[in-house]
């Protein structure tokens, strides 16, 4: 099975939303635990790289293409 791709400052979609109904949460630390934070409620979670990539569902946004976004409106 293919390990699904990620990296700091993503926002990825879990499998079960967070207590405050949003179902987004930014990639803020990676190492052997992995945190993550709600986009909604800002809460953080610490939680370890095994069970995040189990409930990881798919990633909405990559930090790569907002930082490509922000670069192009900068610079006109």
Request: glycine content about 8%.
């Amino acid at each position: 099975m293919e390990r699904k791709q990620f990296e700091l400052g993503d926002v990825v979609q879990m499998k079960k939303p967070h207590p405050c109904g949003k179902n987004e949460m930014e990639v803020i630390r990676m190492g052997m635990d992995i945190r993550i934070k709600c986009v909604g409620c800002k809460h953080s979670v610490l939680i370890p790289r095994a069970k995040f990539e189990k409930n990881l569902k798919k990633v909405l946004r990559a930090a790569a293409d907002r930082k490509e976004a922000g670069g192009e409106a900068a610079s006109s």
